[in-house]
């Protein structure tokens, strides 16, 4: 081989060991070290972009806006591209919209970083004229705004959203998992010049906008409230106070006012005790409300009828070493218990609550609800306090037969009050209705707790003439309505300190609903620490009525102190029609198909409701209905006639009589049966003749 | 002498399928670029471009063919070539800088790169040098000092632009063609370690060129600054696997990559193609350079001999240093791969080569 073709292998080969090289090194990269290339290819190519939700809006029953979300634009800087801190900072802060002052804003602009807010979710008309600044380093973000275009309306109960929309109290708090809705991710093929190229991922990655959620809430409702609560707050120079308004049939609560508020726009302008919803959170000790709880024990047990006369004494009751006093130095002497209830008689309310003894006053108190969470989707909810009977001291019995020793919340208070007007079933109270996307439809419905039964129904009717009568003639009368029947109760209760009671500082209240007889709202007016005066039927009654009757004419619902003229015809009286109580529903479940209930309607509302259910209708009397014939919940009579038996006297009264129960139960529809078939213009045979004694009669 | 007069149709089919696959590369490697450069309506213009020059050097190639290379084995035609290149080098010199490199004469629709034109000129000058002088290439101060002389005024042209990869593969296959005329081991040994201290001395002299040394050594130390380059032809290859992402489904191209359709295509072909598609382009050169060595083992002169030596050794020892610096096997330099990049002067001077193989091929006995 000449040397020529030797150095020419060579060349060849030295040519063929560095391919050799090149090819080992691909095998090493593509091959071996595949995985860990791709894991780097795919970090730099890709990056993950989260798309933002809108959150949901908060609506009243009604559909009116509580809380919703609104187009925004956020600016931000990056201090290394702006020129000129000091410039672009004074241009800022001459914004109108912008808070900050330049001085902020230019320490911003100085800082290190890459990035600082300049100014979060401004609305767009400030956002553009930050924009005509045109100032370089200075870049805009598509944001949404909570905006609450109510303002401080229901703000304790909507809550309030930080400003990157995380719910933080209220609803959107209890609710931030359906009204915050899902991020979105997309995966973007970027390139090195980081500009997105390509946008990938559909479907499941998409982001889904918040659900809105409709309470029970109505706006109006809940604006009488507020400036009801509001006056009698400045009235008598308060402190603060709550107010609830809810639908005894349903539990739905209609209005919820706690103050002082805040505006949920600018939440941190005000005092974080502002941000407080009263009636969930905080317990107060009940005072004389509670009564309703010591009564309605002591007539289930049959320890006390109404009529039943107690010792109320000198107005002092010695329990070993301490005393229990009457409100304002009173005494009342030998009294009916339905007087006791009247006057807010503390020594007779506990002779009751002694007499139950305390397992079953405990027992009553806890079925009522007390010591327990309602449940309600409002966050921080407490449960109030109710110590265990081993607990008690030789005082705890006789305290808290009237309010005290026992810390309640305003909702669980209203609640027992509801479970009276709903004729002695418990309905547990529900401010979120329904949760609903954007197309209307329902996503979810918080479960209705199944009522429960707690007095039975007697009780609950003995009761309300007890409460009614509270009204009428006792410590409630500035509660009582022109044309409506009201049943209540007022509260004065002593604010507890360390070691006893202050000896200046109430807490006012009134818990009643309305119609008496045919319930629509439970109203609990709570006024705390007023100080012009300290009595519930002072402070807290005339705002319970003032909400009572503006809501009343607002939902349209018929006088039960009727107007006495029948000139309407039957068409337009149709217009009149009213809801039936729903206490029976509410225990049986079932819907009533025969002849409807029209005990305690007023003559248009009657028949109104008989004609809409297809009968004929002879009236008897004027004034409210006080029995029917046929009577309610029997099949409809084959000539679909009924006749009506009214009366000016709202109330079916008290027996005297000592075994007063049975026939006031008797009295709402049975009076009359013997009438059945007859034709004409007889009126009823006469009730039972101590039914027509006026109520109380026996008492002062 | 016996000649048969057909060319050697493996050694232009393997040109062709390299080219070929460099058409698809191109195209791949660019549209993106050409879109964002040019507008949406314009992916092809780097391809249209090169299929220009395609046929501008496919036809110089085929006229090379046929004309009878003793035409260029003459002197006068060897040293007038020489001149215009060394004038041309010095021109683009007097340019103004792209991307801070001279190495450019600027025409109306083409930039002139006399750098690759001078790889052909100095085969054609070494061919005919060694061919009259083989007899005497141990003889320092006759032989290799004047040929030392002028390859190092044309390397040192090339360097001051500067192109150190371009010069690099002058002076390789320089010296292959050198190695090929029988110098003898202990020259080679010699120049061999005086090259050494040069060649350290030339590396840390530019900041430029220390630092992609230093990168080449360790390319993941500086991922964002000195090494962006070498690691992104690393992910660029470690991607595509054994089998590629797939023609036009390469991501490193999207200005990860810089110059994907030039320096770089070798790692667009090895993301996109995979090893196998990475190893048909090596075999495709490794037949091609085969096929070259052939031509010259059978060649009937000395000219013949060396030029064939000299022109396969112009396209592999290119194609190799392109490949390993897409590897990280060298430190990166701006360096077309042979028939294959984007670029008019590379592909028309890589086809003169090819053209100037078949010629000769078709001489060898």
Not at chain 1, 77 to 101: E, F, N, R, S, Y
Not at chain 1, 207 to 222: H, M
Not at chain 1, 382 to 387: C, E, I, K, P, W
């Amino acid at each position: 081989m000449s040397t020529s073709h030797k150095r020419l292998l060579q060349i060849f080969a030295f040519l063929a060991a560095w391919a050799f090289i090149v090819v080992a090194r691909l095998v090493q990269i593509q091959i071996v070290r595949h995985d860990e290339y791709m894991v780097r290819a795919l970090r730099q190519q890709e990056r993950t972009i989260t798309l933002t939700p809108v959150r949901g809006s908060i609506m009243d029953a009604r559909g009116r806006v509580l809380a919703e979300s609104i187009s925004a634009e956020s600016v931000y800087a990056d201090p290394q591209v702006v020129a000129d801190a000091k410039a672009a900072a004074k241009a800022l802060a001459a914004v109108p919209g912008i808070d900050a002052t330049a001085k902020e804003i230019e320490e911003k602009l100085s800082s290190g970083g890459g990035f600082v807010w300049v100014a979060r979710q401004l609305p767009l008309p400030v956002a553009a004229r930050v924009r005509q600044l045109k100032i370089n380093g200075v870049y805009f973000l598509e944001e949404h705004r909570r905006s609450y275009p109510r303002g401080t309306l229901a703000a304790n109960v909507i809550g309030y959203v930080g400003v990157d929309g995380q719910g933080l109290a209220g609803i959107e708090h209890s609710f931030d998992s359906y009204v915050r809705g899902h991020a979105g991710k997309v995966t973007v093929l970027r390139d090195a010049r980081r500009g997105a190229y390509l946008v990938g991922a559909e479907g499941a990655n998409r982001p889904a906008d918040g659900k809105d959620v409709v309470l029970t809430i109505d706006s109006v409702i809940q604006f009488i409230t507020e400036r009801a609560l509001s006056r009698a707050i400045e009235k008598y120079r308060a402190s603060g106070g709550s107010a609830i308004v809810m639908d005894p049939r349903d539990g739905s609560i209609l209005a919820m006012a706690s103050l002082p508020t805040f505006d949920p726009n600018r939440f941190g302008d005000f005092p974080p005790a502002s941000w407080r919803n009263r009636n969930v959170q905080d317990m107060y000790e009940p005072g004389s409300t509670f009564k309703i709880v010591t009564a309605s024990a002591g007539l289930e047990e049959g320890v006390v009828t109404p009529s039943q006369i107690l010792d109320c004494g000198d107005g002092t009751f010695q329990i070993g070493n301490n005393f229990i006093h009457e409100h304002g130095g009173n005494h009342y002497g030998l009294i009916s218990f339905e007087e006791v209830m009247m006057h807010s008689s503390n020594i007779g309310a506990l002779q009751v609550g002694l007499a139950l003894g305390p397992q079953r006053f405990y027992d009553y108190i806890r079925r009522f609800g007390f010591g327990k969470r309602t449940g309600i989707q409002l966050p921080g909810e407490t449960a109030g306090l109710v110590r265990r009977t081993d607990k008690w001291s030789a005082l705890s019995n006789a305290e808290m037969s009237i309010g005290q020793e026992v810390g309640v919340t305003p909702l669980q208070l209203a609640r027992a009050v509801a479970t009276v007007a709903n004729g002695g079933v418990r309905v547990e109270p529900r401010i979120v209705d329904r949760v609903i996307d954007a197309e209307g439809q329902t996503v979810y419905q918080p479960q209705r707790a199944a009522p429960v039964r707690v007095i039975s129904e007697k009780t609950a009717a003995v009761l309300n003439e007890i409460l009614k009568a509270v009204v009428a003639r006792g410590t409630g009368v500035n509660a009582a309505l022109a044309d409506q029947i009201v049943a209540g109760k007022t509260g004065t209760a002593q604010v507890a300190m360390r070691g006893g009671y202050s000896p200046d500082r109430f807490i006012a209240s009134f818990a009643g609903y309305v119609p008496a007889d045919r319930p629509r709202l439970v109203i609990l007016v709570v006024v705390d620490e007023p100080r012009l005066s300290q009595y519930g039927g002072t402070v807290a009654a005339p705002a319970f009525r003032e909400i009572a009757e503006a809501t009343l004419r607002y939902l349209g619902v018929a006088p039960s102190i009727p107007a006495r003229s029948l000139a309407l015809p039957v068409a337009q009286l149709a217009a009149f029609s009213q809801e039936p109580a729903h206490s029976e529903r509410a225990v049986s479940g079932e819907v009533r198909t025969g002849v409807p209930d029209l005990r305690g309607l007023d003559a248009r509302a009657a028949i109104a409701r008989a004609t809409a259910a297809g009968l004929l209708v002879r009236a008897v009397g004027s004034g409210v209905v006080q029995s029917q014939i046929p009577i309610a919940g029997e099949a409809l009579p084959t000539d679909r006639r009924i006749v009506l038996n009214l009366s000016l006297d709202p109330a079916p009264a008290m027996s005297p009589s000592s075994t007063a129960v049975a026939p006031v139960a008797r009295l709402r529809g049975y009076a009359v049966t013997r009438l059945r078939g007859e034709r004409g213009s007889e009126t009823a045979e006469p009730r039972n003749p101590a039914t027509a004694l006026p109520a109380g009669a026996g008492g002062r | 002498m016996s000649k048969k007069l057909s060319y050697d149709t493996w050694l232009f089919g393997a040109a062709m399928l390299i080219v070929v696959i460099g058409l698809v590369m191109i195209y791949s490697a660019s549209a993106i670029i050409a879109t964002q450069k040019f507008g949406a309506g314009n992916p092809y213009y780097f391809l249209t471009r090169q299929c220009t020059w395609l046929i501008a050097g496919g036809a110089l190639m085929v006229v090379l063919m046929h004309v009878d290379f003793h035409r260029f084995a003459d002197r006068r035609f060897i040293y007038t070539v020489m001149g215009g290149v060394l004038l041309a080098l010095i021109v683009a010199l007097f340019e103004t800088p792209i991307n801070g490199t001279h190495r450019w004469i600027v025409l109306r629709h083409f930039q002139l790169q006399p750098s690759e034109f001078a790889k052909p000129v100095v085969v054609l000058f070494l061919a005919d040098y060694l061919a009259r002088r083989e007899d005497r290439i141990n003889e320092l101060t006759t032989t290799l000092l004047p040929l030392g002389s002028v390859l190092a005024l044309v390397a040192g042209l090339i360097l001051l632009e500067p192109d150190f990869g371009t010069a690099t593969t002058v002076v390789l296959v320089a010296a292959g063609m050198v190695f090929a005329a029988g110098i003898a081991w202990r020259r080679v040994a010699l120049f061999s370690l005086a090259l050494i201290p040069a060649g350290v001395a030339l590396v840390l002299g530019a900041a430029y060129r220390r630092d992609r040394l230093f990168t080449f050594l360790n390319p993941e130390a500086d991922p964002l600054g000195k090494g962006f380059q070498a690691m992104q032809s690393l992910i660029a290859v470690g991607t595509g696997g054994l089998r590629g992402l797939g023609i036009g489904n390469g991501r490193q191209k999207l200005f990860f990559l810089p110059e994907p359709h030039t320096d770089f295509i070798f790692s667009i072909i090895g993301e996109e193609l995979g090893l196998v598609g990475a190893l048909l382009l090596i075999s495709a050169f490794a037949f091609l350079a085969w096929r070259g060595f052939r031509v010259a083992r059978y060649s009937q002169e000395r000219f013949a001999f060396f030029a064939a030596i000299g022109f396969t050794l112009m396209i592999s020892v290119q194609a190799l240093i392109n490949i390993s610096v897409a590897l990280c096997l060298l430190p990166t330099k701006g360096l077309p791969l042979p028939l294959v990049s984007y670029g008019g002067s590379s592909l028309i001077a890589s086809l003169i080569a090819v053209g100037a193989l078949l010629n000769l091929s078709q001489q060898s006995s």
